[in-house]
């Protein structure tokens, strides 16, 4: 009998034959005696794939690494983020070579854990997703509603671009504007291919690159006009309420390279499936270099004062000395660079959640009303989400603890230990052993440490 894997492709299950159905959404991965689908079944291009993968990879996260280095100092925030990319790639080789040594149908990350773990293992997979995918996707609405109407957490008042050029209205309103951006995200959101999305993501990594070039023209003038200063290459531990501190970097670097769960859908659409391994160290390298220098010029503008969401303090008292319409630009380039990234990660949050919601459902492209239902539900609570949680940093320290760490680090390095195809070498099971330790330890540390100053603040506000 066939059925669907997470492809879209009908596979023979025993004693069936297999047939093609070029449905567009990748969907259930099969757990059970199934064929893999063919080698080169897609007809993406590895520059596609590379566009991909950067996009998935810069997202949110770039805004934050700016703050990262006001908490760590340029040198051992520079080394982390080489060092978790490093870690990255590792695991999605680990990734891609179980993926192939698998006599199952695994084309999804569900399934590539299912097959070490059964069943179980794949529905955590899917809640870790789905969980990480909405904390992200929430991230990308607060920073599109912080550029356009200036950021919702108390403190410094930084005004957005809406407010600054026409005031404050109802229509330029944090709640006005999520609307609005959840109004044209829509078509995009509605597409049922991964690879439909390949040139949104082009322009995305454009757009990136145009808010870094931005961003480092502006920090290079203040440093030349004298109204920047030289960073600090090590961290300020006056500036710390414990040494401890320095830990809740490490999930928000974690969580700019959490990128596994597109892994698979990604290497079905290559032409040949190989090169999803040079793709990922194209594209890591790529993204290690834009986070390096938006964190550092970042850091170089706007010195201690970096907030959380550094394009809130691209507003008309960041005191840069630069035209106003230069910062706006700034800020505008990567906003509308969220907007291309968020369907990508809002596809892989659909797949898993319907796989969680619906197993054994027909494929969601084939149900259009099943498919419009969750996609409208899903944009729902991300926007509810987007309203009531006010900082990035918040967001970034708890879910780069628990679900991205898991994710990109101790799930792949479990599926090695646990080695169901025999295929581990010592190496590779001593560096599995090492992500997992690495990551439960850091993890640990900052989610103790976000405690500790989560109760510290609340008993200050309470003096």
């Known amino acids: 009998m066939a059925s669907k894997n997470s492809r879209g492709l009908v596979t023979a299950g025993v004693g069936g034959e297999a047939a093609e159905a070029p449905l567009l959404l990748p969907e259930h991965a099969v757990v ?51 060092g978790v990319a490093l870690l990255a790639n590792a695991a999605v080789e680990f990734m891609l070579r179980y993926t192939r040594a698998g006599s199952l149908a695994t084309t999804s990350y569900a399934a590539l854990m299912g097959g070490s773990f059964g069943r179980a293992g794949a529905a955590l997979l899917n809640v870790f997703v789905a969980f990480n995918c909405v904390g992200t996707l929430t991230v990308y609405l607060i920073i599109i509603g912080d550029v356009m109407s200036g950021p919702a957490s108390g403190g410094e008042v930084h005004a957005g671009v809406l407010t600054e050029w026409f005031g404050p209205h109802l229509w330029t309103g944090r709640e006005a504007v999520l609307v609005a951006a959840a109004v044209i995200l829509l078509p995009l959101v509605l597409r049922k291919r991964v690879d439909s999305l390949r040139f949104t993501s082009a322009v995305s990594i454009l757009l990136a690159a145009v808010f870094m070039l931005i961003s480092m023209g502006i920090a290079l003038y203040a440093l030349f006009s004298g109204t920047a200063k030289v960073p600090r290459m090590l961290p300020d531990f006056s500036r710390l309420s414990s040494p ?107 797949v898993n959640v319907d796989e969680l919601l619906f197993p054994g459902r027909r494929p969601l492209a084939a149900d259009t009303r099943r498919f419009v239902s969750l996609t409208a539900a899903l944009m729902a609570a991300l926007y509810a989400l987007a309203i009531a949680i006010p900082s990035i940093w918040t967001l970034f320290e708890y879910t780069g603890s628990t679900f ?42 900052a989610i103790a440490s976000n405690i500790m100053s989560s109760v510290r603040g609340a008993q200050a506000k309470g003096v």
């Open 32 to 82: 059970g005696d199934a064929e893999p689908p063919p080698a080169g079944a897609g007809g993406a291009s590895v520059l596609g794939a590379v566009f991909n993968v950067s996009t998935s990879v810069v997202g949110a996260g770039i805004m934050s690494i700016p703050a990262s280095m006001r908490v760590l100092g340029v040198a051992p925030a520079v080394a982390l983020i080489v």
């Open 244 to 350: 401890f501190e320095l830990f809740t970097a490490v999930p928000v670097i974690v969580v700019a390279f959490t990128f596994h769960f597109n892994v698979h859908p990604i290497r079905a659409e290559l032409s040949k499936t190989s090169d999803m391994k040079a793709a990922t160290r194209i594209s890591l390298v790529l993204c290690s270099v834009i986070y390096a220098a938006v964190g550092f010029f970042g850091f170089l503008l706007f010195g201690d004062a970096t907030m959380p969401d550094v394009l809130a303090n691209f507003d008309s008292s960041s005191g840069s000395g630069v035209p106003q319409a230069l910062n706006d630009a700034a800020r505008l380039s990567y906003a509308l660079h969220l907007v291309l990234v968020f369907p990508l990660l809002h596809y892989s949050l659909r």
């Open 404 to 445: 991205a760490v898991c994710i990109s680090l101790i799930f792949p390095g479990a599926i090695v230990l646990r080695d169901a195809h025999g295929i581990a070498k010592r190496k590779d099971k001593t560096l599995a052993a090492t992500m997992i330790t690495l990551a439960v330890i850091t993890s640990s540390v």
